[in-house]
């Protein structure tokens, strides 16, 4: 490497650390709490009402939102990650806890204070799994139940994937209420408009979700009970409820309590998915209504919305660059050491070869989640896991370079009495720099791709707008991430691509 | 006979069951251009590749300089021995000058000995100055095998091993390396030793020659002794398919 590449590196590397710290000390006030949600719209809208009603108590709120789902959340939780969530009761007693038999609540809290969280009081409204028709369809049916869809042999009932595949799906239902229909699946996300749309007669729904207000449609009574409750409740580490400091923020949580009741809910929803009204004004409006916050104390509407757009790009786009500058970084680092350590023993970089290969085969988002036991959630877990991901194209082409160099190039190295040392320095390295580039160039490139992913774990990036877009099925927020993320690969390709060719030209001149 | 620069006493090689060298014995003369001639697989190049401690014998006692292929410290040793090989070798991601001049800097040659150095020897070899800043894949074969003997005898060597560096160039250009490599024996104090398949060559360019075959040495005699009174009907056959 030249002496000027190498400036180069350590200017960026040291840009690089400041910002990091720079950033990590910002988030490091003294008093505050950590609300986590899940990447779903009501996750969301519940998660900022209490984010608005701490605020307006004095309480500095920082908001791990948009948390990749339940394990993430439940561990992030447990970590300490975060402090509260919003969970929901049939969730923790089926996916949580494995639970096989439906408990009362308060058996359910028991078993939780065993792991060390405490449940909260229910908000009032139950999401559970429903089946949704349209209007006229229930008016066909005597008492708007499930039971009453026996008859009617000619309705197109199709099920989202999940829900076919579920014990608590349509196994359990059918059997419990006798029903005998040819099913189909169908993308949950379709199939309310296929329903409205005349095209399917009845699907799976989640009783609050908004579009059935959108859509009016109306789900059928579940008159023998098969469907857990999933009644949303604030979880918090028992630790944490137990300290006397935390007292004040509890009552203000308990003013929740019983609150939103499912039509209440589905409103709220509604608002989001069918207005386009983003969740923090629809929350805003509800605090304000409810009277939970005095009008005036919370912040106004931002006037200018290009601007907020502009600087949150600017924020997410720093905080990607961290993230993928940050392991690309060491990935290089540690990807050189490991594969000069190896080139020239064969056992060994055949094991460091499988042990990268395998640690790519690791789904990206199983691998942030492996992380959060270890290391919580945020922003280094998400740099560990890129790293992770970066070793293997680095290591791949730097081994594979360094061991099929031309072999009379090595014996006449050798003969000219150089020392291993200078075969390594003068023709060895050199002769591998094209690869040994190609590889970080591909390295960066899955990065950037990658490093989305991380806002799952609420380490930021231009991956918060795609996941909060995703959860809200808001195209514009999605791609205000995507858009810039695609842009910043395409221009690392192009920069790496300049600096390959500067690197191959620097063979053309004498010292 | 002058006193040897290099002695195989019972040097035998073998890859896996094959045997490649078997109890060889031979002193090559100090100040003369010995040709190692044989067929490919005759052992040959194994030879030559011993005396630099390239490769190292399985059992015997090989001596360079009168002293035993060090075991330690063996670029040292190496620095001593010029080294050129088919088709050159170069380094091909630098310049023509960097790969002559390299091993002089490595060692920390001035800057005014290397460039008088380095200028000497691109006279010698007739390769004019303004190829210095070219990479090797701008030359001709030729002239690449010309930088490949420059940057062999750099460090002014006592012993040059040349490993068939003429076979990969046309008959013409051949012969132009003929003429530089004589010119090179008398201006330069140099003993060589060259492998050769090329009856020819070796008796162009060679004071005497060593004739192997399949591990075994032959005869080992001044040039026109083998061509005059060839050892073995093989060794003859050899002479005469060469004349």
Known sequence: MSKGWFKVRLKLLALILTTFFIFSGLSATERSITIGSKNFGENFLLAEILALMLESEGLSVDRAFGLGGTLICYEALRNEEIDLYFEYTGTLSRAVLNLEEVVSEESLAEQLLTEGLFMMPRLGFNNTYAIAVRRETANLLKGKTIGALGGQEDLKVVFSHEFLERPDGWNGLSRRYGLSFSVSGIEHGLAYRALADGVIDVTDAYSTDGELERYDLVLLNDSLSFFPTYFAVPLVRASWASDKENASILRVIEKLSGEIDDATMRSLNAQVVSEGITYQRVARAFVLQKGFVADGVIEAEKESVLRDILSDLGRNLIRHLELTGLALFFGTFFGLAISLFAYDKAGISKIVLSLCGLLQTIPSLALLAIMIPIFGIGFLPAVIALFLYSLLPIVRNTLTALTTIDPVLISVSDALGMTKWQQLRLVKLPLSAPAIFAGIRTAAVISIGTATLAAFIGAGGLGDPIVVGLSLSDMNLILQGAIPAALLALLTEYCFGKAESAVSSRYRKVS | ?243
């Open chain 2, 1 to 243: 006979m002058v006193t040897p620069i290099i002695t195989f006493t019972n040097v035998s090689k073998r890859y896996g069951d094959s045997v490649v060298l078997s109890e060889i014995d031979l002193e090559i003369p100090n100040g003369q251009t010995t040709v190692i001639v044989g067929q490919s697989g005759s052992g040959k190049t194994t030879l030559l590749r011993m005396v630099n401690g390239l490769i190292k014998p399985d059992s015997g006692r090989l001596e360079v300089f009168g002293d035993l292929v060090p075991e330690d410290n063996i670029e040292n040793f190496r620095r001593k021995i010029g080294y050129a090989v088919q088709g050159a070798g170069l380094f091909p991601h630098v310049s023509v000058k960097e790969n002559i001049v390299l091993i002089a800097r490595l060692v920390g040659w001035s800057r005014e000995d290397i460039d008088e150095r380095f200028e000497m020897l691109m006279r010698q070899m007739e390769l004019p100055l303004d190829l210095s800043d070219r990479i090797p894949n701008e030359l001709s074969g030729g002239q690449q095998q010309r930088v490949g003997l420059c940057r062999a005898l750099m460090l002014k060597p006592k012993l040059l091993l040349l490993d068939e560096p003429f076979s990969a160039v046309d008959p013409l250009t051949r012969l132009e390396l003929y003429e530089v490599v004589e010119k090179l024996i008398s201006n330069e104090a140099v003993s060589i030793v060259m492998v050769s398949h090329d009856l020819g060559e070796a008796k162009r360019l060679g004071d005497r020659m060593v004739v192997l075959q399949n591990g075994i040495i032959l005869q080992n005699d001044l040039i026109s002794n083998v061509i005059g009174n060839p050892a073995t009907p093989y060794v003859e056959r050899l002479v005469q398919s060469a004349t």
